[in-house]
T-cell receptor, first 116, second 115 residues
Framework: EAGVAQSPRYKIIEKRQSVAFWCNPI?????LYWYQQILGQGPKLLIQ????????DSQLPKDRFSAERLKGVDSTLKIQPAKLEDSAVYLC??????????????FGEGSWLTVV | AQKVTQAQTEISVVEKEDVTLDCVYE???????LFWYKQPPSGELVFLIR??????QNEISGRYSWNFQKSTSSFNFTITASQVVDSAVYFC????????????FGGGTRVLVKP
């Protein structure tokens, strides 16, 4: 079974530029997550989708970050304009459901962003 | 609010030694799940084990074992007979059913296994 796919793996941009990351979850997984992991820290949730609806975006800096999952499958996370503090790994993850069996969250390899 | 603490920031062992990673959590929910993930240098978070709050049975899976104790809110993880390939950062994580399966991670413990 294919895992969570993400692209690009690495991106270097200048501050105030924009960047977009793409994610394709595990087939059949209804729930999709974007996490931000700053070097030396644990990942923090940015946004959670259930199918194509947003469940939780309370930690998403909405003045510069946006995300969509239009058809309930793949998703795009955008940052515009980027700041130096946005340098991090952006991890996409998915799970079958949010409760009980099937709530294990599986992660992709991450998209490494460096803002200079 | 949920919280996960991994007091050990880095552990260094010699190959074949056992290594135990500590994890302490805080939650007000009665239904919750605890996880351990491994993050090798490639960056991917690899799922290792999952436990729910109603199952305190401790198990062994290959070289991995865990000790879940609700009385002390701890969920410790042991790697037996460590190997160089076990070198990675290990994260303990908690999700509360009431919070919609949002994972809260600890700060991670870096394990270095020397040959």
């Amino acid at each position: 079974e294919a895992g969570v796919a993400q692209s690009p793996r690495y991106k270097i941009i200048e501050k105030r530029q924009s960047v977009a990351f793409w994610c394709n979850p595990i087939s059949g997984h209804a729930t999709l997550y974007w996490y931000q992991q700053i070097l030396g820290q644990g990942p923090k949730l940015l946004i959670q989708f259930q199918n194509n609806g947003v469940v939780d975006d309370s930690q998403l800096p909405k003045d510069r970050f946006s995300a969509e999952r239009l058809k309930g499958v793949d998703s795009t996370l955008k940052i515009q304009p980027a700041k130096l503090e946005d340098s991090a790994v952006y991890l996409c993850a998915s799970s079958q459901r949010v409760t009980g069996l099937g709530n294990t969250i599986y992660f992709g390899e991450g998209s490494w962003l460096t803002v200079v | 609010a949920q919280k996960v603490t991994q007091a050990q920031t880095e552990i260094s062992v010699v190959e074949k030694e056992d290594v135990t990673l500590d994890c302490v959590y805080e939650t007000r929910d009665t239904t919750y799940y605890l996880f351990w993930y491994k993050q090798p240098p490639s960056g991917e978070l690899v799922f290792l084990i999952r436990r729910n709050s109603f199952d305190e049975q401790n198990e062994i899976s290959g070289r991995y074992s865990w000790n879940f104790q609700k009385s002390t809110s701890s969920f410790n993880f042991t790697i037996t007979a460590s190997q160089v390939v076990d070198s990675a950062v290990y994260f303990c994580a908690l999700s509360e059913e009431a919070a919609g399966n949002k994972l809260t991670f600890g700060g991670g413990t870096r394990v270095l296994v020397k040959p």
